[in-house]
């Protein structure tokens, strides 16, 4: 799984054509495993402007203020490897970012979800979105953001582990559900 | 495992390893006919299934393209899948909830019973209740269904205990954890359901039925069946008497081979099976096989569906736990003061995060999307299965402007909707946000149209052949040696999940097969 932000950047990748780099804020789970707070993600077809406008329309799409930019950067660092195999969809893009211009960057979040709403039914908007969702919440970051706990299968599945701790609402007669397999360990 | 000769014009040949040809195999080999076994997937097990949910997404799905034209919203919502189905060994078993409720009685009888719609192409099936239903206890039993033959139910988990309280708040009285063909203990050698909520991504313990690692590795036992993975058939031939000689398929180095066969079983998902008759035209079937009267690939039919998420101000967690062990069974009845003809169930459903704003939210972005997904931990899911109504003009053809990886004509979809459909899903949907609502929903939120999972009557049994493709057994009115062994061959869809009733229908096929050899008569 492809979600790690290579934060201890030793040196820029040949062949680079430009980077995205950030600081981890104080307190998120992944500053306390990684060797820095500061981070950087390569990329091998956008500029390091092109890469921030579309971490920019990344955030735009999915707004999710207290979630990091280094998860953002992993969509546009996995849309930049695909476009190393995709000209068209280098071409895309590069037309895509020419066409918000230079200052969507940075501009204030009303004026950049007009700025999408314009271009909403367009391949280059699409596509983002399509990746941007298909790629954001499958990042170990989000994972965390959301309380998300994924697989348990190497836990021992959820049995014990809180499927049936919800205490808000009456219990389920057993007619209509089903005893549990096995005691509790 | 056997290894049958390419040129051995005795074997059956099953296409596609699923529910249908996996259940199939089985029954055929365990009598001791020898069975050819060709499946375009690769094989996966227990320890090789990811549990990431986009690399599991791209392990077992059909990802080859297929097109799409129509009024229905899938087009908008999902371009890039009109259908849903997957790709190896084990097909849609894999991918499957293990949802088995069976068919109603008026269900297969909804010509008789919603009388004359217009655009619509109802048609009663050519079997009756009872025949059927002791093959549905047969498949229970097999595939060990939950709440039947003395099996108990799933537990309850969070998330269904809110499906519970809502449903009966709003006066419903038939809810429960489901029929699952899931253990609710030890059985058949597999192990029980540990709530891990990994069904779609293939189940790790096994504890929900698949044909992945009960029928194939059972029929591989007999020493009759030759399972040919990665072997992608392309075509089936016949000889000057129009009988099916053999199939034509694409190994897993891509070359071309020839099996012979005395007898072929087709059993691709709807929509493969169907265009995989309609690629074995030839001078004399110039339409494709079985299709005589312009039946093959007509009357498509998916189930009237979508989700529905109710967002709380509680935590519920609802991915720890059985993904779809949840039904409301009131409104699978036809009641026309609804406004509607057929019924619908509604299934407790949850989704993965990563699978969340694709698969469960499809059209949405921005700061109102967002609100939603902050609400994950507390959202509640609803999936609505309803009876779609068969329509001719609803079919599979051929796109013979864009071509698969192997270099064939794809898949075309066409659909639209009867309007029974809209009317039956507002109703659900209202339904649905009614249920979460009794219990202090704070926003209730809804897709359209899925794309199907669920694949079905694109080569329907019918009595007159005029109007369908097969018979009661599902072999085809035009080739006796010819059978269709999946979900196509159901004749209206009814609202119930397909697999069990695919799974009945092959073990009652397998005993006719065997009868119709032991005569001679193919």
Redesign the interface.
Known sequence: ?DTHVPVDRREFLKGSTGVLTGVLAAGSPLALIAPSRVWAADLRVLTSAEGATLMAVTR?????DGLEDAAYAIVVQSTDADAVKDESLRKLLKEGVATLGPSFATAPESER?AALRKIEQTPFFQTM??K???TL??TEM??RY?????????K????F??????R?????PL????????PAP | MAKFDLNDDGVVVIIGSGAGGGTLSHELTRRGIKVVLLEAGKRESLASFSQYPPEAFAQLTWLDPRTHSGTWTVREDYPTLPSWTAKTVGGTTVHWTGATPRIQPWEMKTRTTYGEMKGASLLDWPIEYDELKRYWELAERRMVVTRRHGNPGLPASNHFKVFYNGAKKIGYKRVHTNYMAINSRPADGRAFCIQQGFCVQGCKTGAKWSTLYTEIPRAEATGNLDLRTQSMATRIEHGPDGRVTGVVYLDSNGREQRQKARIVCVACNSVETARLLLLSESGKFPNGLANSHDQVGRNYCFHVGGFVWGIFDKPICAWRGTTLAGIVEDETRHDPKRGFAGGYHLELAALDLPSLPLAGLPYNWGRDFASIMENYRNMAGIFINGEDIPRATNRITLDRNVKDSYGLPVAHIHVDEHENNGAMRAHAQQQSKALFEAVGAKRVVHTRQTPATHNMCTARMSKDPRDGVTNAHGQTHDIANLFISDGSVMTTPSSANPTLTIVALALRQAEYIERQMSARNI
């Open positions: 799984m735009t799409i999915a707004p999710h979800v979105r399509v941007t969702l298909g919440y499958g989000a994972y959301f309380g998300y706990e994924g697989e348990a299968f190497s021992g599945g959820y049995l582990r809180g499927f049936n701790d919800l808000w609402l009456p219990e389920v007619a209509d559900s089903g005893p549990m397999p096995v």
